[in-house]
């Protein structure tokens, strides 16, 4: 069996802390490196290495930065000046699904390693493991060395691979914004639903979560063909528009957009006609389309 790279990590957030109970159990794990009194207990809590200073931080194979995207810049500047000596032989790896490496090459000493390791998921807090299984991760890095290792640490944690020497700019931005689509932008519809279900005075956790997990399921199993059902479909536009006139403002709003989205997959399904496509535009006071 290949023995893993060791590792560090920066950055003890929800997917750090994820990332580093995963490693520490498979023994690659070396140091967690914090700035907080949180992030020390925690460490200790779990029985992982913590430095708090550069000086303590034994060499690693793949050092994983998992910070905010917008601090990556500052933290690999940081590296580059207080691990220069080893770093050479390490591979720096930060896990933002919105950039890639180029943006960092000149930040670094000549001949290190960068790369990118993006979860296609979303961790909670406190960590759950599970989370990373058999989930996506888009892995870039123009270096054989650092995709090796990347491979082989994501397989080691029950994920999938999707390796790539370069990503094309765009591609990345429409990956990640379906990113974003799949997990936040959901969680928004479905605290929608959440509203208007106490809103009606109804146990949301008994009608919502069967209703959104059939629909998930629904939707996997039939990609070719979507299972759409409700007042949009059969072109209701009375009991749509007594939804319209019953929702507070705030809520009509995002209702008349999420109907709009809608309509343009029933189109696409045939369910709707060019007409009725039309018809419901104009219900919910928005242009009309071709």
Known sequence: MTALPTCGILGPGRLGKTIALALHRLGCLRWVKGRSEQHAHWAALHGIPYVTQWSEAEPVEVLWITVPDTHITEVLAECAHHCAEWSLHCSLVHCAGSLGVSPF?????????????HPFQTFPEPPDLHRLRCIGWLIESPWHQTRQRLTLLVRALEGIPVVFATFDPHRRVLYHAAAVVASNTLFAVLHLAQHLARAAELPELLFLQPIVQTSVTNFFASLDSLPLTGPVVRG??????????ELPATEAAAYRHLCAALGILARREGLLSSTQYQELLALLGMPAQR
């Open 236 to 245: 209701d536009w009375e009991t749509l528009r007594r939804h319209l006139q």
């Open 105 to 117: 090459h000149a930040l670094l000493p000549e001949g290190t390693e960068l790369g990118a390791a």
